[in-house]
């Protein structure tokens, strides 16, 4: 590996890096290197690049050549600039050792404090600083960070310790120790690390700075941060960057302190400081939620200039990052300095509310805010359903806490979070219910419908994880007692065991007890003003899929712009419709069967005609029927004994007719086009009907746009002869009512062979839809059905990036995708191209849909305002003009 550039240093007003480094120096250090060179006050200190993590995690955990030797050229910058020695007994130079990955994964991975302590450099410190009392405190907070991350030493084993000691000394706070229960509480420290090591507590400063560099480029592969970026879908990354900074201390006594602060508010966008601080405390304090902290705006009342410093500064941040900023502070005997700052983390209303602010305010344009500032995922957060006000009884009420992340989330309390994703693998709704979260409790995290916790404030884990994923999450609910050896809560004379139902309001912080309902939420001006930002910069449309009148109208308040895939079977199941289609399956002879279609003619007429009133002036696509007919028969032996009675035949026939029926492999079988051609009477009712409803909203003085999508097609002559079925329908039609409407014939390009021959198809079609759903099966040769039974162990061991069936495969059915678009068009420029499986709803599928040249994504009502933001944001990327 190439020696140079593997350490990157900054502080004193330079940097040799910047903030468009994130791949290598990780957003921390990208950040950290920034923030340098534009005069913030930053202890200074460097970063090692995240290839080095990678390369160490390939090559069993070796240094690289010339590592070594750069990190001492750094550490010897590092001592100039602040004036002092590393491993120096009498005056230390004592470091932090931090991750930094080029996206965001809060807690995920490690961190070390007050790297250099040893038994002699405490005495010095104690000196040096004349507070005995804060230099033990940090050698002890050392010892715990060093055995946790570098040695796997559970903190739990020391906080035990810690605990034991306030109990003899029946204090209730850390800061209540005196400076000889600290000194006791490093001996305790040290024979807990003795004991689980084998090894003395190190006492060579290189050593310990060495191992724990490699403690967090380790803990880039510890299971936390595996599951953390398998649930975030963060893929691609080299590792973690190392960050390497002189320490300043927030523990220095009362004129010190430590905190973490939002630019804005990020549950609802508000333009205020927002943020907590602890006084005589360490970073770790903070958002590990073991102490309280104390509300930002408190730190204007004890700490006046530093606080209005800080005000300047995270001004100062946010405009130069034109975003919302995280930012964690250090006060040092009342001087002040920025440790980290990053994009913050919101919910999906703060995150509309801040884009329209800053723009309001001057800070950036439109097409900046539309691209930058609000993810997809965040207007998912805004279609959750939040609890019904006339549900809620005040005598309900367990407790209130602190808003962390809004929405509702209503399920059975568990305590554990492993037994939270057994639960959610079995379809069971969660709250997870913890003292306070770790890192540790992210695959229970996600798997909950919500969380709540008893301590820690709105930076903690808790707070900071459900915001970023839209989780409701009541933080910090000191009013109920939990027990986790009796797997129960109480609040007051009220004991909520495991398993039992509690509600949880995450926009105002209450717990209540019991299943609530909840109803959908309301769209504010903000949210309607952004979207309309969002249309300016699209130029794909986005439709729905849509079988109802009400998913229709439904998807049009949400945006969308006609119906991209209509499923005629979901509209045979009304009990007099699921008869007739029966009747139809088990027909013996053609006028039997097209006496039962007849039948259903009015039925599927009248569905059609709501369905185009819904969408007037535009286009619905309709596909013909797909699934096998035995879908349609019963399986139990009661309903099939009911049938036969209802049509009039003996249950041994019908059994029967069902056996002859049945298929060994139903996907590949007999269904889509292969119905209608050997059954074209279906074929032509389904035209018939949708004709006939379009003929009769025209006549209404509507504008209808029908396109008949003929489902399944492998070859040209399967769709020639199912769309001359089709015209001859509508030539029919149009006579017997004296009128026409315009309509299309078109096919999706579901199965492999369509897509290698779409040029020979596009010659009779007028358009083409992507049903990557079948598309992707075919393609794969997995079965959505039974893939259930092995894809978790696919992604969890890395053989799959992500569900196919979530996430389009670019690689494989997006290069039949490609073949498709590009030979189509070659036989037809103007055809009309779609994609209607789900993926169609996927931020990182439309975009490739987009780069394509799709006319068009259609994806399920509730998803369509995140796929015009997806279909905006590619545009943006692409670097093509608005159009004026």
Not at 192 to 219: A, C, H
Not at 618 to 636: A, C, I, N
Request: glycine share 10%; hydrophobic share 35%.
């Amino acid at each position: 590996m190439d020696a140079q550039n593997q350490v990157f240093t900054f502080g004193g007003g330079t940097a040799e890096g910047d903030k468009s480094m994130k791949e290598l120096l990780g957003g921390k250090g990208a950040n950290l290197a920034e923030m340098s060179s534009i005069g913030m006050p930053i202890p200074p200190g460097f970063t090692i690049s995240a290839k080095i993590c990678k390369y160490y995690n390939e090559h069993d955990g070796q240094w690289p050549e010339g590592l070594k030797y750069e990190i001492q050229d750094s550490i010897q910058q590092l001592e100039e600039l602040m004036g002092q020695q590393f491993g120096d007994p009498e005056d230390p130079l004592l470091v932090s050792v931090r991750s930094g990955a080029a996206i965001s994964m809060p807690g995920m991975m490690d961190t070390v404090l007050n790297l250099g302590l040893t038994d002699q450099s405490v005495q010095g410190l104690a000196q040096k600083m004349d507070n005995e009392r804060f230099a033990y405190d940090c050698y002890r907070r050392f010892i715990d960070m060093f055995g946790d991350v570098v040695m796997g030493v559970a903190h739990e084993k020391f906080e035990i310790a810690l605990q034991k000691l306030k109990d003899e000394k029946s204090v209730e706070l850390d800061t209540q120790l005196e400076v000889d229960d600290l000194k006791e509480l490093v001996d305790r420290y040290k024979k807990v690390y003795k004991n689980n090591t084998g090894e003395d507590f190190p006492q060579d400063p290189d050593d310990q700075l060495r191992l724990s560099i490699n403690g967090v480029f380790g803990s880039w592969n510890a299971k936390r941060a595996i599951k953390y970026r398998k649930i975030n879908k963060i893929t691609g990354l080299l590792g973690t960057a190392v960050n390497v900074q002189a320490m300043v201390y927030g523990n220095m006594g009362d004129d010190s302190a430590t905190g973490v602060c939002f630019t804005r508010n990020p549950s609802d966008g508000k333009s205020e400081l927002y943020g907590e601080f602890l006084i005589n405390a360490q970073g770790e304090d903070v958002v590990a939620g073991i102490r309280t902290p104390r509300d930002i705006n408190e730190l204007k009342e004890v700490m006046p200039d530093s606080y209005d410093e800080l005000l300047e500064l995270t001004n100062q941040l946010e405009e130069h990052y034109q975003d919302m900023q995280d930012i964690e502070f250090t006060v040092q005997q009342g001087k002040l300095f920025i440790l980290q700052t990053r994009n913050g983390k919101r919910t999906g209303a703060a995150a509309v509310k801040i884009a329209i602010d800053m723009v309001d305010e001057g800070i950036l344009k439109k097409d900046k805010a539309v691209a930058n500032l609000v993810e997809p995922g965040h207007l998912d957060q805004l279609l959750h359903p939040q609890l019904k006000e006339d549900e809620i009884d005040e005598n309900d009420i367990l407790g209130k806490g602190l808003p962390a992340s809004p929405g509702a989330a209503v399920g059975k309390v568990v305590f554990d979070s492993d037994i939270a994703e057994e639960e959610h693998g079995k379809g069971n709704p969660v709250i997870l219910v913890r003292i306070e979260t770790s890192p540790e409790d992210v695959g229970g995290m996600s798997a909950a419908e919500g969380i709540l916790t008893s301590r820690g404030g709105m930076t903690s884990h808790a707070a900071v994880v459900a915001r970023g994923w839209g989780k409701p999450c009541v933080a910090g609910c000191d009013g109920i007692n939990i027990d986790y050896d009796k797997q129960q809560f109480t609040a007051g004379d009220v004991t909520v065991r495991a398993g039992d139902w509690i509600s949880i309001d995450g926009a105002r912080g209450t717990v209540i007890n019991g299943k609530k309902e909840v109803e959908a939420p309301q769209f504010g001006d903000n949210f309607r003003t952004f979207m309309t930002w969002v249309d300016e910069f699209r130029d794909m449309d986005v439709r729905t899929n849509a079988d109802t009148p009400e998913d229709a109208l439904r998807a049009r308040e949400y945006g969308a712009l006609g119906i991209g895939l209509a499923r005629t079977e979901h509209m045979f199941f009304g009990e007099e419709r699921i008869r007739e289609m029966r009747r139809m399956i088990i027909s013996e002879s053609e006028g039997e069967r097209r006496s039962a279609l007849e039948n259903l003619l009015p039925y599927q007429r009248e569905d059609f005609i709501e369905i185009f009133e819904a969408m007037e002036g535009l286009p619905v696509t309709v596909r013909l029927l797909d699934p096998p007919l035995h879908e349609f028969l019963p399986d139990e032996e009661k309903e099939v004994k009911t049938l036969a009675k209802e049509l009039g035949i003996s249950t041994a026939e019908l059994n029967r007719k069902i056996r002859l029926l049945s298929e060994f492999n139903p996907m590949l079988g007999h269904r889509g086009c292969r119905l209608g051609i050997t059954y074209p009477e279906i074929t032509e009712m389904q035209a018939r009907a949708i004709l006939e409803a379009a003929v009769e909203v025209k006549s209404r003085g509507k504008e209808v746009y029908p396109e008949i999508m003929i489902p399944l097609v492998g070859t040209a002559e399967e769709f020639i002869h199912e769309r001359h079925v089709v015209d001859e329908i509508a030539e029919d039609v149009f006579a017997e009512k004296g009128s026409e409407v315009d309509y299309k014939v078109g096919t999706m390009i579901e199965i492999p062979r369509a897509a290698l021959i779409a040029d020979k198809i596009a010659d009779e079609a007028d358009f083409f839809s992507f049903g990557t759903n079948d598309l992707t099966q075919m393609t794969f040769g997995y079965s959505r059905d039974d893939a259930g039974k092995f894809l978790e162990h696919y992604l969890n061991e890395g053989i799959l990036k992500n569900d196919p069936f979530q996430v389009l495969d670019q690689e494989g059915v997006g290069q039949l995708v490609e073949m498709g678009v590009t030979k189509g068009r070659a036989a037809k420029s103007d055809l009309k191209v779609g994609i209607c499986g789900e993926h169609g709803g996927d931020p990182s599928s439309v975009a490739f849909c987009y780069n394509l040249g799709l006319n068009y994504v259609s994806c399920s009502p509730y998803r369509v305002p995140i796929a015009r933001l997806a279909a905006a944001q590619a545009f943006l990327r692409s670097g093509k003009k608005v159009a004026s």
